[in-house]
């Protein structure tokens, strides 16, 4: 089976700080890959430079065969098929949540507004808050919030998925709902990327951990494998960390 996305030995810097050292990762169709590691390690330039975002300095991307790298004044169609969920939900203040997901299917893909509604309805219950369709932002919870935002970047109908740190900005009671949905959407077939710091999501829900530090890719292993002990020592002492 062809990868989806091939990453193949980028590299990426600001300034004199080289953020991204000769990365090299493939991301199979179905597949939940967990990036985990310490803050300002690159994970989530890695994933604005898949999203193009950022610009790489040198190396390649594929999505489904095509080299996308360079692919700068294309990029906005592109992203109809690359979904990407910020840690700050960046929803339209004065749109209702139905709106907010409507938006890009009624400007971008030209559906009517009748159509985009009943998608945008479809989407919210699939994200467990179909009652708050009318809702403004400012009447939702955070992790009412996020869920809206999944459900808009769902509404593109992605094939590929990229949420960064998506519950890093939620109260600790409000984690659990939005990473329900996202193991949801992984046990259904939506392929993902997924930089987080909650392992038992990755426990969960992730087919591949991937560890990242100082810019580099340290360690990728499938799930059982990586948290079964088999993990270089760097990686160990970085669980050891985060996990007690």
Request: glycine share 6%; with cysteine.
């Amino acid at each position: 089976m062809p990868h989806l996305l091939e990453i193949v030995g980028i590299n990426k810097s600001f300034g004199a700080t080289q953020v991204l050292k000769t990365c090299t990762l493939a991301v199979d169709p179905s597949e939940t890959v967990v990036l985990i590691g310490p803050s300002g390690s690159g994970k989530s330039t890695l994933l604005r430079c898949v999203n193009l975002l950022e610009t790489v300095d040198s190396g390649d991307i594929f999505f489904e065969g095509e080299n996308i790298t360079r692919a700068r004044r294309t990029a906005h169609l592109l992203r109809r098929q690359i979904g990407m969920v910020f840690q700050n939900f960046e929803l339209f203040a004065h749109l209702s949540a139905a709106e907010n997901v409507m938006l890009a299917p009624v400007k971008i893909l030209g559906v009517s507004r009748a159509d985009a509604h009943d998608i945008a309805i479809d989407l919210l219950r699939k994200v467990q808050i179909p009652e708050k369709a009318d809702a403004f932002p400012d009447e939702l919870s955070g992790g009412q919030q996020q869920r809206v935002a999944i459900a808009r970047a769902l509404a593109m109908r992605p094939k590929l998925m990229l949420y960064d740190e998506p519950t890093s900005a939620l109260d600790p009671e409000m984690i659990r709902e939005v990473l329900d949905v996202m193991a949801t959407l992984s046990a259904e077939g939506m392929t993902s990327i997924v930089v987080t710091h909650e392992m038992g999501f990755a426990r969960r829900a992730a087919d591949r951990i991937v560890f990242m530090e100082h810019g580099e890719i340290i360690e990728s292993a499938p799930s059982d494998q990586f948290f079964g002990g088999t993990v270089n020592d760097r990686t160990r002492r970085f669980l050891d960390q985060i996990l007690h």
